[in-house]
């Protein structure tokens, strides 16, 4: 089962830009379709984007055009640029694959 490590998140304030990163280990991503999750304070988990294995990019609405999913399978990473980042954005944000998931990385939007 793949190990995935989340780092990348910060406070910023609205309007800004952030890139969260995901690094995995104990096996090669090339092979696997991979996704973002967030779960906000008091909300359930949330659905960001999904990238294929052949580099197709899926994002839920709330995201779309303001966040891109892209996929480095030489240094095994899947990183997630936000971009135009909302109050609403707040989350812990996770990398997964199936069963296996990240640690998390807090996004704080704060004025």
């Known amino acids: 089962q793949v190990q995935l490590v989340d780092s990348g998140g910060g406070t910023v304030q609205p309007g800004d830009s952030l890139r969260l990163s995901c690094t995995a280990s104990?096996?090669?991503?090339?092979?696997?379709?991979m996704a973002w999750y967030r779960q906000a304070p008091g909300k359930e988990l949330e659905w960001v984007a999904t990238?294929?294995?052949?580099?197709?990019?899926y994002y839920a609405h709330t995201v779309k055009g303001r966040f891109t999913i892209s996929r480095d399978n030489a240094k095994n990473t899947i990183d997630l640029q936000m971009s135009n980042l909302r109050i609403e954005d707040t989350a812990v944000y996770y990398c997964?694959?199936?069963?296996?998931w990240g640690q998390g990385t807090q996004v704080t939007v704060a004025s």
């Open positions: 104990g096996g090669e991503i090339r092979t696997k379709g």
């Open positions: 997964s694959h199936r069963t296996s």
């Open positions: 990238i294929s294995i052949d580099h197709n990019t």
